[in-house]
């Protein structure tokens, strides 16, 4: 009994009988409280308290407390596993910890995967290495002198393919563009979703390009990333020589600046370049939004430059026509300003058919406008400004309705109008329909009914949005 309270194998056995149950009590704790925070590193502490924690004290046990040499075939092999364990724990922790639960806007979200890759094969390297070494007694440096003999022949034999990894290393170290950048090569434009050994994934829209390294590597491309937020869209349109410049770059800056994808405190320039043809500059704060703008702005110009009375394309409009104008006139604008024939046929000469296309802006917030516009197909969102900056959606006219009432008061608008799709209207000049209202007391009282209850719902939409607000910075 007293040579077993003096042999050191006996302590060894009480530690391992007691610090393996409190550990595995920890480690269970531990990977409870990770899985309820949804934690990357709760299968890291998993892999800890199955396999590694009971191979160390599997381990200790037979060295430290059945005192077997650690020469011993078995003991190697245990000591091996154990050594791959903490390797597989070193990987995927280091993973885990630093790129999965990375913001997805810091530089350890955009590394690119082939920098992983190797610091991972470097990882796995110095790990064998160590293991061969220090548990089985390898030579590592005649092991190394070998691989270097063999790298070299598969390089002669592979140089095709290692030419492009090392191509796609050196332009990686270079840092030319990162993920989600948006380059344009000779062979696609597109944001980079992904690069490997081999490639660069380019996600052109339509499809993911696949361009290898060597080919990026030798040739010139665009980052239209970098600098960040100064990407320009450059249109160029054209118009009839005989259209006056200054009207055209004013339209297509007004239109530029009406874009939703306009980036913020970016002002649109359109200038004249020759022979009819004008070039207009529009700030954007991405790449991604180039298609979207591009297409909206030209839709819009087609629809600005009709209703201006400009030669898009060298094209006229003829739409509205006498015709069509008279039974604009006789369906919409004389029900609602209760119009006899004769003052309908006053109306035929000065009335005209416009047309906005869909989300385009028909009236603004503030202005004053200089004609009522009667809609003869199509719908238009009145909207409102909040205190905040937000829109508030205040109501929606139909065939049959008006705006412009406030071109008799010659006050602003409270309220914009957009379009929600394409949108026929009949449009009266203020000058050629103000003697038709002022002989129609009740008219003009039923126009003030209608502008104070548009008013109306212009007050109650902004203190709505402010209650709305109220309420969301409550409890939920």
């Keep these: 009994m007293t040579n077993t309270w003096h042999s050191s194998w006996f302590y060894w056995a009480i530690a391992i009988a007691v610090g393996f149950p409190v550990a595995l009590i920890l480690l269970t704790e531990i990977h409870h409280a990770l899985a309820r925070r949804n934690s990357h590193l709760a299968r890291q502490v998993s892999l800890l308290r199955n396999y590694l924690l009971p191979l160390g004290a599997l381990l200790l ?40 639960a990375a913001p997805e806007d810091s530089w350890r979200k ?8 190797v610091a991972r094969f470097t990882l796995i390297g110095v790990g064998l290495a160590v293991i061969l070494s220090y548990i089985w007694g390898v030579r590592v440096g005649g092991l190394f002198t070998a691989l270097g003999v063999t790298s070299v022949v598969i390089g002669l034999m592979l140089q095709n393919s290692v030419g492009q990894i090392v191509s796609g290393l050196f332009m990686l170290f270079e840092q030319p563009f990162r993920l989600n950048d948006w380059i344009d090569t000779p062979t ?27 080919v990026l590597a030798t040739t010139s491309f665009v980052n239209l ?39 913020a405190d970016s002002v649109p320039r359109s200038v004249p370049v020759g022979a009819g043809e004008y070039r207009t500059s529009i700030g954007l704060s991405s790449p991604a939004d180039d298609g979207a703008a591009r297409s909206t702005f030209l839709r819009w110009v ?87 900056g937000s829109v508030v959606p205040i109501s929606t006219l139909v065939e049959g309705s008006f705006l412009g009432l406030t071109a008799l008061t010659r006050q602003p608008n409270l309220a914009s109008a957009y379009a929600l799709e394409e949108v ?53």
Excluded at 74 to 89: A, D, E, I, K
Excluded at 233 to 262: E, G, H, K, N, Y
């Design 61 to 100: 046990l037979l060295v430290k407390a059945a005192e077997i040499p650690a020469g011993e075939v078995p003991v190697r092999l245990l000591t091996t596993v154990f050594g791959f364990l903490v390797l597989v724990l070193l990987l995927s922790g280091l993973n885990a910890a630093v790129f999965e």
């Design 110 to 117: 955009r590394l690119p995967a082939i920098f992983l890759d």
């Design 188 to 214: 696609g434009r597109g944001r980079v979703v992904e690069v490997n050994w081999r490639a660069v994934h380019i996600d052109t829209g339509s499809g993911t390009r696949i361009t290898p390294n060597s």
């Design 225 to 263: 990333s970098r600098p960040a937020a100064t990407y320009k869209l450059v249109l160029t349109t054209t118009f009839s020589p005989a259209d006056p410049p200054d009207r055209v770059c004013a339209m297509l800056s007004r239109i530029a600046c009406q874009l939703p994808q306009l980036k």
């Design 302 to 388: 087609w629809y600005a430059a009709r209703r201006e009375e400009l030669h898009l394309d060298g094209s006229d409009d003829d739409y509205s026509t006498p015709e069509r104008v008279e039974k604009a006139v006789r369906m919409v604008a004389a029900p609602a300003l209760r119009l006899n024939p004769d003052e309908q046929r006053s109306l035929h000469a000065c009335a005209r058919l416009v047309r906005y296309g869909a989300d385009e802006i028909v009236e603004y917030v503030g202005q004053v406008p200089s004609a009522m516009t009667f809609l003869v197909a199509g719908r238009v969102q009145l909207s409102a400004p909040a205190d905040d």
């Design 424 to 476: 026929t209207a009949l449009e009266i000049d203020r000058e050629h329909i103000e003697h038709l209202v002022m002989r129609e007391p009740l008219l003009l009282q039923n126009f003030g009914h209608i502008l104070e209850e548009r008013r109306r719902k212009v007050r109650e939409a902004r203190r709505g949005e402010r209650s709305g607000e109220a309420t969301s910075l409550g409890p939920t």
